[in-house]
């Protein structure tokens, strides 16, 4: 990946007062020394200190030339959460504006929340609808995203693994629906090199060694497309080679299951013009040049990208007989394609302005992202339910459909005909009897496809069928449905929903008679917030909640019991076993130890203690235990698989700690993976430098991956976590080594 800048507050100040007036820069300067101030003693997990990620962010908002709103809100973006700052603090001296912005980036803290994916979902929905007030929250919110990407080698491996995840299905697709693909590439880029580094790093790797071929090619494809279009005499004109994102190429190659030798269009040359016209002139001087390979001809500027993205799009056999990829548009559509929001938000077209960016300042593709977004807010239950459609309705892929009378929708991609009906109107899809697309009746479970001309057939006695539920693919489509039955017949809906649940209880060894009592049904829908039984069933009945999630509270009380008692029993087997248990409940930790002396547990006394070999823990990790039936206490890392699992499989988890942190001997089990480039003498290398730093090693193994690439698993003794973090760093600064992880097996 290419290098980033790295900026200082000086430059960034610098940058603004290129295209800012002298007062406002003057503003943007007192935002930079008050964020300086507030952040002064803190640091970041990398230990540099915390005020270089604000100017990062002030950086990257300044290279996208926003306005001074803007750039202000990314030097205090983290002020409210993270100093002894509020919000009236930035009101006071900054206006409203930019404490409306602030406000709109800043996490929800002060609610305690049953689980952190409900958190996180809550802060996304605050982040999302605070974005549809003021478009520059976004912006905001992705130039800070982008500099933690940059900078997330700091954190330990899940939780890189976990924003790597959530950026690249949140915040590099909100990127792309508002145009802005210079921030999208690079945070799908980073995301890939966390979430899969083999495969980012090996092609990578496969990219460097064609380098040169590559660009020798490009190179004379960008001469003959100069000498193509030179008749034409057309003024500013740039033509030049781009390269392919390699995220790009690692989707192509697990979506069309092709290998890295079999994608040739890594790199595009693209053509800039002035004017619409200039792009349709080149385009026919490419195509009588060089013959256009059918099916790959796409024109974005007839039809435009829902974000605004505009271009000729052509693949054609070029040079010595090989596909080559030219994109063809104006510099204002680069602009846009760039820059997308953003470019409508830039300080040279707002000179001086901080109003608030209401929705109808916003240009198309903002619109359409907000739109949607307050659709789904309308129709959710919770934060997590607003998030599954957000991600899953606004985000997925799209295709564009079109009327007989030649309007075209935007639809996600797996949508079919109902979808398409209800996206038009309610009343058309609840009187939906059938479709035609292309002239041609289809069923409703139809999936779309981009250019299909669909005909709604409807009727006035039409209604809708439960199994429509099945049909849709959309989120809106499925809850107008929902909404449709909801309000038809009431009574019924709380008849099915308690035949159900007795059907749930029974499959689950429950007695429905025993459960479903008028007092235990009233206490699970004052649990489930709602105002009465009734509606907690109707809600059933209709599909808006889950039959086993409402079993579950049902039966708590039971399950609980019950868990007790197998708690009790286990005990008591190791007893019998010769294991002695003793409770102490006057001590004031409430802890005990193990035989082992290693692991201190919370609750008993003198239990066997397995440290687990799937992910191998050694002092100083982060460790959680739980109870296995006769043998004693497993304890794992935090984040292992096989904690999750014992909690999916009932099985009771406890609370441990290391009695010390640095370890009781010096040759506890850790397992480390190695990946890298297959080099002549890697293997001596990583051996070398592990004796250097432990005498205790295992096992080695090592073999080449079918990518081509070297890994190389290890088994080692050491005495703590800080021992195995010098070793892990070291082999991480081997020549073409590019990372170390520890397993979960």
């Known amino acids: 990946m290419a ?46 200190p915390y005020i270089i990620h604000p100017i990062q962010v002030a950086g990257i908002l300044a290279e996208l030339k926003m306005d001074t709103a803007t750039v202000i809100s990314g030097y205090l973006h983290d002020v409210v959460e993270d100093t002894t700052a509020t919000l009236q603090d930035v009101r006071d001296n900054f206006g409203e504006t930019i404490a409306q912005i602030i406000d709109g980036v800043t996490k929800i803290s002060k609610i305690q929340y049953q689980s952190s994916q409900e958190q996180l979902a809550e ?46 299905e949140i915040y590099a697709p909100l990127a792309d629906r508002l145009g802005i693909s210079t921030i999208k590439w690079e945070l799908e880029d980073l995301s890939l090199s966390y979430i899969d580094p083999e495969q980012y790093y090996h092609i990578a790797s496969l990219m460097n060694m064609k380098r040169e071929e590559r660009i020798s090619y490009v190179q004379e494809a960008v001469e003959q497309i100069n000498g193509a279009i030179k008749d034409l005499e057309l003024s500013h004109v740039d033509v030049y080679g781009r390269p392919k994102h390699i995220y790009s190429i690692y989707r192509k190659m697990v979506d069309k299951h092709k290998a890295f030798e079999e994608i040739y269009d890594l790199l595009a040359v693209r053509v800039l013009t002035d004017s619409i016209p200039d792009t349709y002139a080149v385009l026919g001087a490419i195509h009588s040049k060089w013959t256009p390979i059918p099916g790959r001809f796409k024109d974005y500027i007839a039809l435009p990208k829902a974000n605004g993205y505009q271009r000729l799009h052509t693949t054609v056999i070029g040079p010595d007989g090989r596909p080559l990829e030219v994109q063809i548009r104006t510099h204002h559509m680069h602009e846009v394609a760039e820059y997308g929001v953003a470019a409508h938000w830039a300080y040279k077209k707002n000179r001086g302005s901080n109003k608030e960016a209401n929705v109808d300042d916003n ?192 039966t708590e009380k039971i399950r609980e019991a019950n868990e007790e008692a197998a708690t009790a029993e286990l005990q008591r087997e190791m007893l019998e076993e010769g294991h002695e248990i003793t409770r102490d409940e006057t001590a004031f930790t409430k802890r005990q130890k193990s035989t082992a002396d290693d692991i201190v547990i919370a609750g008993v006394d003198n239990l066997l203690v397995r440290l687990g070999r799937c992910c191998t823990p050694v002092p100083g990790d982060d460790v959680k235990g739980y109870i296995t039936k006769g043998r004693g206490i497993s304890v794992h890392r935090v984040g292992c698989p096989n904690i999750r699992a014992a909690q999916l499989q009932g099985q009771r988890l406890v609370d441990v700690q290391w009695e010390d942190e640095n370890g009781s001997k010096p040759n506890y089990d850790a397992d480390l993976t190695v990946h890298g480039e297959n080099r002549g003498g890697l293997l001596n290398d990583v051996l070398r430098s592990v004796n250097g730093r432990t ?20 088994s080692i003794g050491v005495k703590n976590s800080e021992q195995l973090t010098a070793i892990m760093d070291s082999l991480n600064n081997l020549p073409a080594v590019y990372d170390v992880d520890r397993p979960f097996h």
């Open 363 to 554: 240009s198309q593709q903002a619109l359409n992202v907000i739109q949607g977004i307050l659709e789904l807010q309308e129709n959710a239950k919770n934060a997590e339910d607003f998030m599954d459609g957000v991600t899953g309705d606004l985000f997925s892929d799209r295709v564009y459909a079109f009327t007989p009378r030649g309007d075209v929708f935007e639809l996600a991609k797996g949508a079919g005909p109902l979808d398409m009906a209800f996206s038009i109107h309610t009343n058309i899809g609840i009187k939906t009897t059938g479709a035609k697309i292309n002239g041609r009746i289809v069923p409703l479970d139809y999936k779309i496809k981009t250019g299909d001309i669909i005909e709604i057939i409807t009727s006035a006695n039409a209604k809708p069928s439960r199994d429509w539920l099945e049909i849709v693919s959309t989120r809106r489509a499925r809850n107008k449905i929902k909404q449709y039955f909801k309000q038809l017949d009431r009574e019924d809906n709380i008849a099915a929903a308690r035949e159900l649940l007795a059907k749930n209880l029974r499959d689950n060894n429950f007695n429905p008679a025993e459960i479903l009592t008028p007092e235990n049904i009233q206490e699970t829908a004052d649990k489930m917030h709602y105002h009465t039984p009734d509606d907690m069933l109707a809600a059933i009945g209709f599909g808006d909640i889950a039959v086993p999630g409402v079993a579950n509270k049902l």
């Open 695 to 714: 005498r205790y090693v295992n096992s080695v193994n090592g073999h080449v991956t079918k990518n081509g690439m070297a890994q190389v698993s290890l």
């Open 123 to 168: 802060n996304h929905r605050k982040l999302l609808l605070a974005m549809s007030k003021d478009i520059r929250v976004i912006i905001v919110k992705l130039a800070d995203r982008l500099h933690n990407m940059r900078t997330l080698g700091a954190l330990r491996e899940e939780k890189q693994k976990r924003i790597a995840k959530e950026t690249l």
């Open 3 to 48: 290098k980033t800048k790295h900026y200082t507050g000086p430059e960034v100040l610098e940058m603004v007062g290129q295209y800012m007036s002298e007062s406002d820069t003057k503003n943007v300067k007192k935002a930079y020394e008050w964020a300086s101030e507030l952040h002064k003693e803190q640091k970041r997990k990398s230990g540099e």
